[in-house]
């Protein structure tokens, strides 16, 4: 069943500038009475902000939230970074994983406050303290790039940044997202700056660029009456609620970072320093037509969307759909012929789904009968945005005014390539209307169906089909993570994405790059074609609605459950633990899990040690019957003779027909985020040291979580981890120790009552390590025996040369004489959080610094109390031992083995 030229070019173009997004497990959404009329009224908006920042929660969610939802503007959040280098108050996950569960939390805060999310391809590689550091770091040039191709792409009417771009903002990231933000204001409407973009998009000036300051910002008293200011607190009726309300669910949403925030109410000043740009008076858009006008032949389009705005009927939304059908084909109407006209022209050429499999994610791949095109002018370029936005828009308006709920759930959470997989799409058409539901054409799949549907007024529909996916497609791993990067910089690669023959043509969706968009650009989907039945002269034509395929559960507690449908490896490998620790030559067993992404794979495992180490065996065979099934086998790992002294990496590598697969499979399960799977390398280090300890029995107190337990557990202590309702005097003097985790003191409401009980242990003879706390939040206001004022000071060069303040302290001696080398490899930070002011009973041990600083002492404090010791330390442990530095368990073994 052909369909007509414009929606196969609707389509194309729909899914070009839509599917982007759709990476996100959810329900479907559905939309209340007012929820519709709010997106009705933002049809006849046209206009764009960008807010500009440096890491996942530095954007002001109240005015994102007034903007998308008060102004009605298209509402943009551009983080250069996806904040990898923080803390994780919720879990043991840092570094990528962190920065895959900050990119998710950013997006809940979208679907929240109404913004779209974007980034550039910064890597969050810590707290930096001057942007010329940051710079040192990031690739200038490439953050500069990704920032003027997002607003190349999104055409921005006004750009805002949260910092100044000087040492106000705190943290050399954020002055440096201020500074490249000004540098982007202008390279993003000069062709001559990065021309290479220009074969996609046109050059963009954005009107004007304004700092979002505030009281973070200025003195207290600063006459504020230069800036220009809205209110930002108002209330929205349609959706019940203040725009401080809807921001507080929106921050809150940040749970990693511990940004859970009170909502607020009433009047809310924001205040705006012009940066670039035409001067304003009193209105952000000031000089900005944000009316069809703006758009050749849109001024009809607007008096239309003013009718259906006036006759509106909140109990029956259905109404509307015929007026919103008249919209939509005027504005689909708007065509702009890029065809090259002195090309010759080439009828498509349809091709079998084993041609198709053969280029599915094949870079280098040239798209067969792919017509050339040009570039849009500018003023193509406007209408080409705005019809693809408005169109969008319209067409969800129409699902929501039908009620109309479709979602397309499989089987199995997972999937391996070239395999078969049962999916079902289910509907109901929860209005008075007919609507027709099909074909559909399940996008990644081998699969399309040319049968329609007539879904009739609250009657639902089935449809169950087994679609293969192409041998040819990658794992579900995130874009950014595909390929090694550096410390600065992610790599994005270059895609070419090849869409399937359907309806007697084939559709090509090309994408240049994922630089920008937030996460994968399509999970797997159905395309699935809509049309209104009974609509007398609605000409609504066929238009397109984009599916995601979702795996759906019912939970005992939570109910109904969505997961993203992930594409998986035939076989995944797991290596157990984080580092393997050898204090000595004896061997210890390295388990690793082999997990089955499809039925029947069997094959051999091997590790690949560096030289002079030794495994035992070779390989080992494996075979895994069933879909899921796990296998976990065991290597007898140890040092030869000649392996060397230090950290190594440990790689397990299994071959199934003759393929190599060495990436692992790791879930993230919160439920604030969909959950996620990625597939890091199967590596861990090895690590050879000279050490030794005394004491056997360590407690530990789970903070915000990390992985130290497991590296003590290495060294070969016994460890216990408890809870603080195990903190009684008679539990706590059995171990030779006692270890606070990370942020204890934060997230341990019951420390409070409990602190007596770890004092008297230090005082009866034991010793209490403290690993960092966050200044702010202490659930008491004294976490030591004595007073200590924390902080936020911090070294953040991790190698930064140490001094030892007290060269002859058993610290640094007993049971191993520690020295410079120990502070070398370290990773990201050396140290955070950071005393400012203590009691002279507290020893320093220890003193380093960041370049062009004073010295800071406050690394390590310890007091002798009673009869033991208590030791406080910023020095980030949680970051360095699962990376295997030697030096950190070095000195952590002399922390527990004090007084012994």
């Not at 945005?385 to 959470?413: D, H, R, V």
Request: proline fraction near 8%; glycine fraction near 8%; include cysteine.
């Amino acid at each position: 069943m052909p369909f007509p030229r414009a929606a196969r070019l609707c389509l194309t173009l729909f899914l070009a500038s839509c599917s982007l997004l759709i990476a996100n497990a959810q329900a479907p959404k559905t939309y209340t009475s007012s929820e519709i009329l709010l997106g009705l009224k933002k049809l006849n908006v046209l206009g764009s902000v960008l807010y500009i920042a440096a890491h996942p929660d530095d954007e002001n969610t109240r005015l994102i939230a007034y903007l998308a939802n008060g102004r009605l503007v298209e509402t943009g959040y551009l983080s250069c970074t996806r904040g990898d280098g923080g803390q994780n108050l919720i879990g043991p996950e840092l570094r990528e994983q962190l920065g895959v569960i900050r990119t998710q939390e950013l997006l809940a805060a979208r679907r929240i406050d109404g913004g779209r999310q974007f980034f550039t391809r910064a890597n969050d590689f810590g707290f930096s303290k001057t942007p010329e550091e940051t710079f040192t770091i990031w690739d200038k040039e490439q953050v500069l790039a990704d920032m003027v191709w997002v607003i190349r792409q999104r055409r921005p009417d006004v750009l805002i940044t949260r910092f100044p771009p000087d040492a106000r903002a705190g943290h050399g990231h954020h002055t440096a997202s201020a500074m490249l933000a000004a540098e982007a204001f202008d390279a993003a409407g000069d062709p001559k700056r990065f021309p290479e973009q220009l074969q996609y998009v046109q050059p963009w000036q954005p009107k004007r660029l304004l700092w979002n300051t505030g009281s973070f910002f200025v003195k207290s008293g600063e006459d504020m009456s230069g800036y220009l200011k809205l209110d930002a607190g108002g209330y929205n009726p349609l959706l019940g609620q203040s725009y401080g309300e809807i921001a507080a669910r929106s921050r809150s949403q940040h749970k990693s970072q511990g940004f859970g925030s009170a909502a607020t109410r009433g009047e809310a000043l924001e205040y705006f320093q012009l940066v670039k740009g035409e001067k304003v008076a009193a209105d952000l858009f000031e000089g900005v037509d944000m009316t069809w006008n703006r758009v050749p032949g849109g001024a009809v389009v607007g008096k239309l969307v003013d009718e259906v705005i006036r006759k509106y009927d909140a109990s029956n939304p259905s109404a509307s759909v015929a007026g919103l059908l008249k919209v939509r084909t005027i504005i689909d109407r708007w065509r702009v012929d890029l065809e090259d006209k002195t090309a010759p022209v080439k009828e498509p050429e349809l091709r079998t789904s084993d041609q198709i499999d053969a280029e599915y994610w094949d870079e280098d791949s040239v798209v067969p009968g792919g017509p050339k095109s040009r570039t849009p002018t500018l003023s193509e370029a406007e209408i080409i945005f705005w019809k693809n936005e408005k169109l969008s828009q319209i067409e969800l308006l129409i699902q929501a005014c039908l009620g109309l709920y479709l979602e397309a759930t499989t089987n199995a959470p997972t999937m391996a390539p070239g395999q078969p997989i049962g999916i079902t799409v289910q509907g109901v058409n929860r209005s008075p209307l007919q609507v027709a539901v099909g074909p559909m054409t399940a996008l990644g799949f081998r699969e399309e169906k040319d049968t329609t549907w007539l879904v009739m007024p609250n009657k639902t529909f089935s449809y169950s089909f087994t679609p293969k996916l192409p041998s040819k497609v990658e794992v579900t791993q995130p874009y950014w993570l595909l390929e090694p990067g550096t410390v600065g910089m992610y790599k994005v690669p270059n895609r070419i994405i090849v869409g399937q023959a359907r309806y007697s043509e084939p559709v090509f969706i090309r994408f240049r790059n994922l630089i920008g968009t937030p996460t994968n650009p399509r999970a797997p989907l159905l395309s699935v074609m809509l049309s209104v039945k009974n609509e007398p002269g609605n000409g609504g034509g066929f238009f397109s609605v984009e599916i995601p395929v979702q795996y759906k559960s019912t939970d005992p507690v939570e109910g109904e459950k969505y997961r993203p449908l992930t594409i998986v490896p035939p076989v995944a490998v797991n290596i157990g633990g984080h580092a393997y620790v050898f204090a000595d030559n004896q061997p210890k067993t390295v388990p690793v899990t082999l997990r089955a992404g499809k039925a029947g794979v069997k094959g051999s495992v091997a590790l690949a040690l560096p030289a002079g180490w030794l495994a035992e065996p070779a390989s080992i065979p494996f075979e895994l019957a069933a879909k899921d099934a796990e296998e976990t086998v065991q290597f007898r790992v140890h040092p030869g003779p000649g392996a060397a002294a230090g950290k190594a990496d440990l790689r397990a590598t299994a071959t199934v027909d003759g393929q190599p697969y060495s990436r692992g499979y790791q879930v993230i399960q919160y439920n604030h985020i969909p959950t996620q799977t990625l597939f890091p390398e199967a590596v861990a280090p090895l690590v050879k040291l000279d050490l030794r300890r005394k004491g056997q029995q360590v407690g530990y107190l789970m903070g915000a979580g990390d992985d130290v337990p497991d590296a003590l557990r290495q060294l070969g202590y016994s460890v216990t981890l408890l809870k603080t309702d195990d903190l009684t005097p008679d539990n706590l003097r059995r171990f030779d120790a006692v270890v606070l985790g990370i942020r204890a003191y934060n997230t341990l409401d019951r420390l409070k009552t409990q602190q007596p009980n770890l004092l008297k242990y230090v005082e009866n003879g034991g010793n209490l390590i403290v690993q960092y706390t966050v200044n702010r939040g202490t659930v008491l206001p004294e976490i030591g025996p004595y007073p200590m004022k924390l902080s936020t000071d911090r070294v953040t060069v991790e190698n930064a040369p140490v001094t030892f303040l007290k060269p002859q302290h058993p610290l640094l001696n007993v049971p191993n004489k520690l020295t410079a080398q120990d502070f070398e490899g370290w990773q990201q930070e050396q140290g955070l959080y950071y005393p400012s002011q203590w009691d002279p009973k507290y020893q320093t041990i220890i003193s380093s610094q960041d370049p062009g600083e004073k010295p800071k002492e406050s690394a390590i404090l310890v007091a002798d109390y009673g009869k033991g010791h208590y030791i406080y330390t910023g020095l980030s442990f949680f970051r360095e031992l699962p990376a295997g530095v030697p030096g950190a368990y070095r000195l952590l073994t002399n922390m527990i083995s004090l007084g012994k």
